[in-house]
Each structure stands twice: as structure tokens, then as C-alpha cells.
């Protein structure tokens, strides 16, 4: 397979209403689209939004490297996937976003060659193909903003028939904080609620909330200390925890994964493409997971659109379960680029959503080109 023709699109999508979390205020989406085509016209899509404060990306570094690993790409004959990682590293080190756009429409172009769906394409290459149709994924929402507004969400989204809820933390005082947490359980008792901190908490905050008597319906506490600290501050918090901790921050692919299992500083993490560089190496660190009974959350950075969004999908229809549930971001887009953006259905997605072969959701070039950030153009290779 050989790239004719590259086409990437700095997008920036408005929130329906802005996102704070403990570091950072989010009020648009700003993400990288590309569009690949190959010798025989086919077209295939990637995705990886920008995160300064967890990839260090922005618009412009993640245009750049997109850019220049295309380029590099155009030389190349792509075959196996599994090639992929190895084919990008001769290219360009480090870049674990840059290189989970280009993948991400690599594999889009190679599995609709294939005619098979992406999700079916990593279970059979994981011997997975024994395993019945995938139940739908469990769709996680966020809570935040005032209390009365936190609450009229947790009631409305749940009569849509949301169950798996994430509270950001850390932008308060503890003890607000925990009366939030407290409220909110009570509410919402029953059903898969966390915590995300961003980091945002000392060890010493940390422990303190983790030991409270108000956490104590929460299914898990993500990342609620700083990935700089010591490996040692983690194993602490775990052990003095009443609750199981999930990590974010602290995990971008299998090095750390591994180093956390040694240390059995966690119960869990959250795993973003943009993080692990692209969905092969994602899978992986999901297979590895479920292996040492950790749990999985999986998730797109606020926000991604529909495309991202199936992409991630197809990590968790290939495991078959995600026990943590999936932060699928357009949910939270004034609007998305695909013409069947990807809807929960009952608080969940269904693999029936997605197109039979692919990543299954193709953006709509005019919409794209309708979201292309102020200041910036398409650029093709
Ligand atoms: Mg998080």
C-alpha cells in the first residue's frame, strides 16, 4: 500500500459549554485531522488532538510532526501493521500523538482494503476471534460546575441512561471536594462514579480524601497526584487508600504500565491514543491490563470527534468490556464532522454504530473544512 496524496486539518471545535478542569479551562477542541489516500483512490482518516499539559502537544508542534512523518510516509510501501511502529520510528522519534494520527488513518486505509472492521481486525490478530459479538461499551460522562448544575446532570443524564460518571476534582477546597463526592454518590448511588484530580492534589490531600469516609462509594480515584512525583508517593497512596486508584497521567504506554505493575501502585488507568501512539500499541497495554487484573478506562482528550472517538472504540469492542467505561469526547462538541456523529444510545455505544469495515465513521470533507481553526489552512503532502 502506498501514500498518493496527504491532506491535514487544524480544526478548532467550540464546546457546548466550556470544561474546567484542576489546570486547564477548555472552551474549544483543537485537533489535528488527516486524510490519506492510496494507489487504488481509497481514503482513509486519522485523528490526534492537542494536550499541552499531558502530551505536551499543541496545534502547531502536532501540525508540524503530522507533517513531516506524512512526508516521510509518502516514500514508504506499507504492508503489515503490526510493521507500523517500527516503519514510523525510522521517521521520527518520541511523537506518540503525531504518530497515532498517521497510524490511525493507516489503519483505516488497510482494514477497509481488507473489508473488515477495525475492532474484528485487532481480535483476529490477538487470536480473539473466538469471542462473541461485543456487548456495548459503557459510555462515562463528566460532572462539574456548580452544585445545582451537577446535580440536574446526574439526573438527566441518567434518566438517558448514563452509569459511569467522572467528577473532576481539585479546583476546590478538600473539604468542598468531598461534600461534592458525598452528594453526588448518595444521588447516583449504584452505578461506576470516580474521581479526576489531573493531578492536582498533594500527596498529603491525596490520602487525606483517599482515607475519607465520603469516598467510599467511588469506584476508583484517578490521578490525583502529580506524574512527576516519586514511584514510591504512588505505592503509598495505593496502600493507604480505601478506594482502588486509576492513573492517567502517569501512564502513556506499556514502560509505565509495567513499572506500576512492579510496584503495584495501581488498580487501573485510562488510556488515551494520543498517549500510547495509535491503537496496536493502545490494545496492548489493554490486553496487558486485563492480564494482571487492572482495570481499563478508556478515553479521548477533551475533546476529539466521532473519528477518534471509533477509533478508541475499537480497542474496547475487541476486548469486549471496558470495565471503567469509555470517555467519548464529541459528546461534549457544539458539533461534530461526521455526518453520523457516534450518539450514546441508553448511556452506551454499540459496535452497530460503525460501518462495516474501517475505523466504520468517515468524516464530511465540507464540515472539516468548516472547522478549520481561525489562522490556520489545510495543508497537503
Ligand atoms: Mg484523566
Redesign the pocket.
Known amino acids: 500500500m502506498k501514500i498518493t496524496q496527504a491532506t491535514i486539518y487544524p480544526l478548532s471545535i467550540p464546546l457546548i459549554e466550556p470544561i474546567k478542569m484542576a489546570r486547564e479551562f477548555v472552551r474549544d477542541a483543537k485537533t489535528v485531522l488527516l486524510c490519506l489516500r492510496d494507489e487504488e483512490g481509497r481514503t482513509g482518516w486519522g485523528e490526534a488532538s492537542v494536550a499541552p499539559l499531558m502530551t505536551g502537544e499543541t496545534l502547531d508542534s502536532l501540525l508540524g510532526s503530522v507533517k513531516y512523518l506524512v512526508e516521510g510516509a509518502k516514500s514508504c510501501e506499507w504492508g503489515d501493521p503490526q510493521d507500523f511502529a517500527d516503519n514510523f520510528s525510522s521517521i521520527l522519534y518520541g511523537n506518540a500523538s503525531a504518530k497515532s494520527c498517521v497510524e490511525m488513518a493507516l489503519l483505516d486505509l488497510f482494514t477497509k482494503r481488507a473489508s473488515i472492521p477495525l475492532w474484528k481486525y485487532l481480535r483476529a490478530e490477538n487470536n480473539l476471534s473466538h469471542l462473541a459479538d461485543p456487548k456495548p461499551i459503557p459510555l462515562l460522562r463528566m460532572l462539574g460546575g456548580s452544585p445545582e448544575k451537577e446535580v440536574a446532570d446526574a439526573k438527566e443524564y441518567r434518566a438517558q441512561g448514563f452509569k459511569h460518571w467522572k467528577i473532576k476534582i481539585g479546583s476546590l477546597s478538600l473539604g468542598e471536594d468531598l461534600k461534592r463526592v458525598a452528594m453526588l454518590s448518595d444521588l447516583l448511588a449504584g452505578d461506576v462514579i470516580s474521581v479526576?484530580a489531573?493531578c492536582a492534589l498533594n500527596l498529603e490531600d491525596a490520602i487525606r480524601f483517599c482515607e475519607s469516609d465520603e469516598v467510599s462509594k467511588l469506584s476508583f480515584a484517578?490521578?490525583l497526584i502529580p506524574a512527576d512525583l516519586a514511584l514510591e508517593d504512588f505505592v503509598l497512596l495505593k496502600q493507604k487508600s480505601r478506594i482502588p486508584i486509576g492513573l492517567?497521567e502517569s501512564i502513556h504506554g506499556m514502560s509505565e504500565i509495567e513499572e506500576f505493575i512492579v510496584a503495584k501502585a495501581f488498580d487501573g488507568a485510562?488510556l488515551k491514543l494520543i498517549k500510547t501512539g495509535g491503537v496496536l500499541q493502545g490494545f496492548e497495554a489493554a490486553q496487558v491490563l486485563s492480564a494482571n487484573n487492572l482495570k481499563l478506562n478508556l478515553a479521548c482528550k477533551i475533546a476529539e470527534t466521532s473519528l477518534s472517538g471509533a477509533a478508541t472504540a475499537a480497542i474496547g469492542f475487541a476486548l469486549g468490556e471496558v470495565p471503567w467505561g469509555f470517555s467519548m469526547s464529541n459528546q461534549y462538541l457544539q458539533f461534530d464532522i461526521c455526518d453520523q456523529a457516534l450518539k450514546a444510545n441508553r448511556g452506551h455505544l454499540d459496535f452497530a454504530q460503525l460501518a462495516g469495515s474501517g475505523i466504520g465513521i468517515a468524516p464530511n470533507e465540507s464540515r472539516v473544512k468548516e472547522a478549520l481553526a481561525k489562522g490556520y489552512s489545510l495543508i497537503q503532502c
Do not use: I, T, V
Open positions: 479526576d489531573n484517578e490521578q492517567d485510562s
